[in-house]
């Protein structure tokens, strides 16, 4: 299931809802060593690596024969590297390598460095393939060296050195960003800078003289490894990411919660009926659909709701992002998402990775301050958008920002042509057409409307 095909040692299957993962026979002498040696309990401990039971086949139909059947703890929502922040993906890369480096105290190496292999309970990574971990042979090198290049540390240079998106180049590249386009697409003053050199470009030479076939324990990586000796290079590409910091990209929408015309009064009203929404409904997952830098995530999130706050702006998803970092028990996932142009059903036979439709609906979405974006900005149709939102969501808060409020100004300039048109009696019939009007209530001072739809029956 979901790309773990590819792995040798086992593979994910799910029976009722609930993630099993099989333990092949010819993994047993990697997997009993890891448990004994007491790797598994000190990782587990530390909240790096994903914890499991042992249990007995839920089905009869396996077909192949397994060492163990693990149920490792579900985690409620699968997100990908092409929908998070650059700070999300450092995050990702500190925890391997640290995950790795804690393996050589056990005699145990890290020999597979994918950036699907972590995922993110709150703000927090953590590692969910349990077969990734094998016996360290004398003198052995990281395998996975030259694979952390690719899904890590390139794009992670990238984005500071060259400020391209990771979410678009992450999409194309699922396999990680071949480091012969990283060493292309990185300025010449990259080749002064050691990170760059020794990691992408150094990697990039050798890769040309080899062609197209190359192992990750081979020649230039093979050399500075042994140089640096494996201990050695994981401190070393743990300091270099520890210093690396966000791009800081100027984009339209990253300051929108700070220019937003709200006065006081109706900034608190808002506040409060999506609050009360929340009480009311008491749903078990919310998604704020354009969450900015996630005011009304949080407050759903305090609400005992398990939240995603979506935005389109790498930049508002970075603060997000930081700000549940800031809170030590909060569970806030924060991702980067275009709704007009979601996450699809990615990999071997649209397989491996989810669409966001796959992975709803959920309970209740907010779509606060973010309809008249997709209508004027990004030319969707009212009926379009309410069965788009359909698909999403169980229940949908709306807010309704009226054609004279300033923040419409701008998108009105911009409007493609033969964009839809923008009035109220049209989304509310539109909206009707997929979901149930349940209530509505007027912002004060600000001629805005905020709507509770329900799913028919």
Same mark, same amino acid.
């Given at each position: 299931?979901?790309?773990?095909?590819?792995?040798?040692?086992?593979?994910?299957?799910?029976?009722?809802?609930?993630?099993y993962r099989l333990?092949? $026979?010819?993994f047993?002498?990697?997997? !009993?060593?890891?448990?004994q040696?007491?790797?598994?309990?000190?990782a587990?401990?530390?909240?790096?690596?994903?914890?499991?039971?042992?249990v007995?086949?839920?089905?009869?139909?396996?077909?192949?024969?397994?060492h163990r059947?693990?149920r490792?703890?579900?985690?409620?929502f699968i997100s990908? @590297?092409?929908?998070?922040?650059f700070?999300?993906l450092?995050?990702? /890369?500190?925890l391997?390598?640290r995950?790795?480096?804690?393996?050589l105290?056990?005699?145990?190496?890290?020999?597979d460095?994918?950036?699907y292999?972590?995922?993110?309970r709150?703000?927090?990574p953590?590692?969910i !393939?349990?077969?990734s971990?094998?016996?360290a042979?004398? !003198?052995q090198?990281?395998?996975?060296?030259y694979q952390?290049?690719?899904h890590?540390l390139? $794009?992670?240079?990238?984005?500071?050195k060259s400020q391209?998106?990771?979410?678009r180049e992450?999409?194309v590249?699922?396999?990680?960003?071949?480091i012969?386009l990283a060493?292309r697409l990185l300025?010449?003053?990259?080749?002064?800078? @050691?990170?760059s050199?020794?990691?992408?470009?150094?990697?990039?030479?050798?890769?040309r003289g080899?062609?197209s076939?190359?192992s /990750?324990?081979?020649?230039?990586?093979?050399?500075?490894?042994?140089a640096?000796g494996?201990?050695a290079?994981?401190?070393?590409?743990?300091?270099?990411?520890?210093r690396?910091?966000p791009?800081?990209l100027?984009?339209?929408?990253?300051d929108y919660e700070?220019?937003?015309?709200?006065?006081e009064?109706?900034?608190r009203s808002? %506040?409060d009926?999506v609050?009360?929404?929340?009480?009311?409904?008491? $749903?078990?997952?919310?998604?704020d659909?354009g969450a900015?830098?996630?005011?009304y995530?949080r407050?759903a999130?305090?609400?005992?709701?398990?939240?995603?706050?979506?935005?389109?702006d790498?930049?508002?998803v970075?603060r997000?992002?930081?700000?549940?970092l800031?809170?030590?028990r909060?569970?806030?996932?924060?991702l980067?998402?275009?709704?007009?142009?979601?996450?699809?059903?990615?990999?071997?036979?649209?397989g491996?990775?989810?669409s966001?439709r796959?992975?709803?609906?959920c309970d209740? /979405?907010?779509?606060l301050?973010?309809?008249?974006?997709l209508?004027?900005?990004?030319?969707?149709?009212f009926?379009?958008?309410s069965e788009?939102?359909? %698909?999403?969501?169980?229940?949908?808060?709306?807010?309704w920002?009226?054609? /004279?409020? $300033?923040?419409?100004?701008p998108?009105?300039?911009?409007?493609?042509?033969?964009?839809?048109?923008y009035?109220?009696q049209?989304?509310?019939d539109s909206?009707?057409?997929?979901?149930?009007l349940?209530?509505?209530?007027?912002?004060?001072?600000?001629?805005?409307?905020?709507?509770l739809?329900c799913?028919?029956e």
């Amino acid at each position: 299931m979901l790309g773990s095909f590819r792995d040798p040692a086992g593979f994910v299957f799910v029976r009722s809802g609930v993630p099993y993962r099989l333990v092949r $026979p010819a993994f047993a002498p990697d997997y !009993d060593h890891m448990l004994q040696s007491g790797f598994h309990a000190a990782a587990v401990a530390k909240g790096w690596l994903v914890p499991h039971e042992e249990v007995a086949p839920p089905t009869a139909e396996l077909d192949e024969p397994y060492h163990r059947i693990l149920r490792p703890e579900k985690l409620e929502f699968i997100s990908y @590297p092409y929908e998070w922040c650059f700070s999300q993906l450092r995050g990702a /890369a500190l925890l391997t390598l640290r995950l790795a480096r804690l393996a050589l105290d056990f005699g145990l190496t890290l020999k597979d460095a994918s950036a699907y292999n972590v995922q993110f309970r709150g703000p927090q990574p953590i590692f969910i !393939d349990t077969t990734s971990f094998v016996r360290a042979a004398p !003198d052995q090198l990281w395998p996975a060296y030259y694979q952390f290049c690719r899904h890590f540390l390139a $794009p992670l240079l990238l984005a500071t050195k060259s400020q391209l998106l990771l979410q678009r180049e992450l999409r194309v590249h699922l396999d990680g960003i071949p480091i012969d386009l990283a060493s292309r697409l990185l300025p010449l003053s990259s080749w002064l800078q @050691p990170s760059s050199l020794m990691h992408v470009h150094l990697h990039a030479r050798a890769e040309r003289g080899q062609g197209s076939t190359r192992s /990750a324990g081979s020649d230039v990586s093979t050399q500075r490894r042994s140089a640096y000796g494996t201990v050695a290079l994981l401190e070393h590409l743990i300091k270099l990411l520890e210093r690396l910091e966000p791009p800081q990209l100027a984009t339209e929408w990253g300051d929108y919660e700070r220019a937003t015309h709200y006065s006081e009064n109706a900034s608190r009203s808002k %506040h409060d009926l999506v609050g009360s929404v929340c009480d009311e409904l008491r $749903p078990e997952t919310v998604w704020d659909l354009g969450a900015n830098s996630g005011r009304y995530s949080r407050l759903a999130e305090s609400r005992g709701a398990r939240t995603i706050a979506f935005d389109a702006d790498p930049s508002a998803v970075e603060r997000c992002y930081a700000e549940s970092l800031g809170r030590p028990r909060s569970s806030l996932v924060s991702l980067h998402m275009d709704l007009t142009n979601p996450s699809p059903r990615l990999g071997w036979d649209c397989g491996e990775r989810m669409s966001l439709r796959d992975r709803g609906p959920c309970d209740l /979405a907010l779509a606060l301050a973010l309809i008249h974006h997709l209508v004027l900005g990004r030319g969707i149709p009212f009926d379009a958008l309410s069965e788009g939102m359909s %698909h999403l969501a169980r229940n949908l808060l709306v807010e309704w920002i009226p054609p /004279a409020d $300033p923040m419409i100004a701008p998108l009105r300039q911009r409007r493609p042509q033969g964009a839809p048109d923008y009035d109220q009696q049209h989304f509310e019939d539109s909206f009707n057409d997929h979901f149930r009007l349940a209530q509505r209530w007027n912002l004060p001072e600000s001629g805005r409307t905020l709507y509770l739809f329900c799913g028919k029956e």
